[in-house]
């Protein structure tokens, strides 16, 4: 059978990448995740069924002022002044999202282009994307109260102490059995129901639940306190560090506990820190005060749209990881069936090795914190999900490194692919939806 002919644009030298030493990367790994169904405002239900999305917005050409070159480092520096192209866009993102109600399909087709790191455009337009903001903006102010509230309904139930919870249990029943009168006590031994005493074993016992927790949350409390560790927002004995760090542990252990089915899996920190490092920065001192909230409901409804690759029942099904493996095998089989054939056949790197982590973890651990920024505004931006848009960058960032892949065996294409090399972000992204549009 011939071969499918690389197209010429393919072996352009656009596709080289510098010998630049690769960015750091975890080596925590997403098991199973699946998004709650307890509550139904904190996630959809696999059987809900939404009128089909539009067709994804099509990335526009890079600006002809943005020359790509064999993908050079991007600087993010905060003293970087911004591109006239970054400015316009901006300018455009302020314009929609001033309006009454925001045209959800034009904010996409703009956010999937990158948002500029001003102004708390992000943090906005990420709550927009993720559903937690209805495009009405009349109704923000009502929605945002109802959900803040909803969590520290959360945090105070489901955060609280077995002895505190028997306690106010007895407060509550003493008040109204004594019409108030009596002075509050300790309970005594005979008083505390067999149920709720710390060395019952009954499965609705609180503290039989409490020490069952006790690994979990230890689980997440060394998980938080590894987080980009090179990063004095998340890391650090500042107090700041620290606030951040116990509000990321609070939304991880309330999310496991809504969850017992599924409860924490090593690797949720790593999805959950950019939503609220983001919303943290907000510019808005009332968002950023309030963003564990805000970060906690988009984190949700951002698991609950890869559900299916994370739930380990699922693993050899056709919606588990490993199918979600074999399509984007597929993919690059279907744009470069030669390098296809040398990493899967000739050096026999099997996809599982480096794709479950470029998958399960949204690229977290592959770029530096800020090109991930700028890779999850497009992944965010498709209506129909990011998990496609995801599976066509992962396609891209083989293709990026072709040269170097087709040029070595086992050894070095599996080191190079679980260290990915610095590379264009955007350019990256270009090429991704190169594909996109060439399958429509």
């Known amino acids: 059978m011939m071969k499918k002919k690389v197209p010429d644009w393919l072996n352009s030298s656009l596709w080289s990448s510098p010998t630049s030493p690769p960015s750091s990367s975890s080596s925590s790994s997403v098991a199973a995740v699946k998004s709650p169904s307890e509550y139904a405002s904190a996630a959809v239900s696999p059987t809900e069924q939404s009128p089909r999305p539009p067709s994804p917005p099509v990335l526009q050409d890079p600006p002809p002022t943005q020359t790509i070159k064999e993908s050079p480092v ?42 500029p790191d001003a102004a708390g455009i992000r943090s906005t337009v990420w709550k927009l994307l993720l559903g937690y903001l209805p495009p009405d903006r009349g109704l923000w102010s009502s929605e945002l ?3 803040r509230s909803q969590y520290k309904q959360f945090k105070e139930e489901i955060l609280m102490n077995p002895s505190e919870i028997t306690r106010k249990m007895y407060n509550s029943t003493s008040c109204d059995t004594d019409d108030g009168n009596s002075q509050r006590a300790l ?42 560790p090179d990063m004095h927002f998340f890391s650090g004995d500042t ?19 809504l969850n017992p089915g599924v409860r924490y899996v090593q690797g949720m920190n790593e999805i959950l820190a950019p939503l609220f490092y983001v919303f943290k920065n907000d510019p808005d001192e009332e968002n950023a005060a309030l963003a564990e909230a805000d970060a906690f409901f988009c984190f949700v409804e951002l698991l609950s ?3 299916d690759n994370f739930v380990q029942q699922l693993d050899n099904s056709v919606v588990g990881i490993r199918s979600t493996i074999a399509r984007l095998s597929q993919l690059l089989r279907e744009h470069d069936e030669e390098l296809w054939r040398h990493l899967e056949i000739t050096s026999k790197v099997n996809p599982q090795f480096y794709a479950f982590r470029w998958i399960t973890l949204l690229l ?3 770029f530096n914190f800020a090109d991930s920024l700028h890779i999850w505004d497009t992944l965010l931006s498709d209506p129909e999900g990011p998990q496609e848009t995801l599976l066509r960058v992962c396609c891209a960032m ?9 040029a070595g065996d086992f050894t ?29």
């Open 74 to 115: 991007e600087d993010h520096t905060a003293g970087d002044f911004p591109s006239a192209f970054d400015v316009s866009r901006q300018a455009q993102l302020l314009a929609e999202l001033s309006k009454k109600v925001i045209d959800m399909r034009e904010l996409r087709s703009l956010a999937c282009q990158g948002i």
């Open 145 to 147: 109260a109802k959900k």
């Open 187 to 228: 309970l005594s031994r005979s008083e505390i129901p067999h149920g709720e005493h710390p060395l019952s074993l009954g499965k609705t016992s609180v503290w039989n639940q409490f020490f069952q927790d006790t690994e979990i949350i230890d689980q997440i409390d060394r998980d938080v306190k590894r987080t980009h």
């Open 239 to 257: 107090q700041f560090a620290k606030s951040n760090q116990e509000a990321l542990k609070n939304i991880l252990i309330i999310f496991a506990k």
């Open 305 to 307: 749209g890869f559900r």
């Open 364 to 366: 977290t651990q592959e």
């Open 398 to 406: 083989l293709i990026l490194i072709r040269k170097r892949l087709l």
């Open 412 to 440: 070095s294409n599996l080191k190079l692919l679980q260290s990915y090399p610095t590379t264009n972000i955007s350019h990256l992204l270009y090429v991704a939806n190169k594909f996109r549009v060439q399958s429509i």
